[in-house]
T-cell receptor, first 111, second 113 residues
Framework: DAKTTQPPSMDCAEGRAANLPCNHS???????VYWYRQIHSQGPQYIIH???NNETNEMASLIITEDRKSSTLILPHATLRDTAVYYC????????????FGKGTKLTVNP | EAQVTQNPRYLITVTGKKLTVTCSQN?????MSWYRQDPGLGLRQIYY???????DKGDVPEGYKVSRKEKRNFPLILESPSPNQTSLYFC????????????FGQGTRLTVV
């Protein structure tokens, strides 16, 4: 089972920031938080990941709370092409590298 | 360009007719895996491979086989497909070290009639 909880759906206006929350209250100290998205039925696409510090790349920012029990993915200026299902995944170091996908959040960016 | 390539993208077949879905990656990744995606069930791992000649079952391996004879290729084999294997399949690869991203293929939509 997925170790994360996400809202099933969210809406965002084009050009505005999209803030997608994720709860991972049982996360262990060596587990990372990963975000992927899936546009329509395409292959999932990596967005960002982090351990405890906030992270930013060209796609998004990841804010992880100090207790690491939740995080927020921020798309700073959402576009229509950001409409997708966003998955928050907790993954530890080593092991099978398996990604356990939950149901994710369906983000709809509206014009 | 770093990529994972699956073929075919779409396939309709009949029950019992053996088929192979190919997967190839150009990133020299050690770890490769197969997922299936079904409505209401999300993405589930079928098989994975941590390196050449090293494969293991994922969460839903029944009815599937894999092989890893070369590092770049990881074919998924359905010896006797059944309608319950109608699904959307994804191949993925990563370098097998923690703290790295996985790359996914574009998917293979399989229909077994």
């Amino acid at each position: 089972d997925a170790k994360t909880t996400q809202p099933p759906s969210m809406d965002c206006a084009e050009g505005r920031a999209a803030n997608l929350p994720c709860n991972h209250s049982t996360i262990s100290g060596n587990e990372y938080v990963y975000w992927y998205r899936q546009i329509h039925s395409q292959g999932p696409q990596y967005i960002i990941h982090g351990l405890k510090n906030n992270e930013t790349n060209e796609m998004a920012s990841l804010i992880i709370t100090e207790d690491r029990k939740s995080s927020t993915l921020i798309l700073p200026h959402a576009t229509l092409r950001d409409t997708a299902v966003y998955y928050c995944i907790v993954k530890g170091q080593g092991g099978s590298e398996k990604l356990v996908f939950g149901k994710g959040t369906k983000l709809t960016v509206n014009p | 360009e770093a990529q994972v390539t699956q073929n075919p993208r779409y396939l309709i077949t009949v029950t019992g007719k053996k088929l192979t879905v190919t997967c190839s990656q150009n990133m020299n990744h050690e770890y490769m895996s197969w997922y299936r995606q079904d409505p209401g069930l999300g993405l589930r791992q079928i098989y994975y491979s941590m390196n050449v000649e090293v494969t293991d079952k994922g969460d839903v391996p029944e009815g599937y086989k894999v092989s890893r004879k070369e590092k770049r290729n990881f074919p998924l084999i359905l010896e006797s497909p059944s309608p319950n294997q109608t699904s959307l399949y994804f191949c993925a690869s990563s370098n097998g070290r923690s703290n790295t991203e996985a790359f996914f293929g574009q998917g293979t939509r399989l229909t077994v009639v």
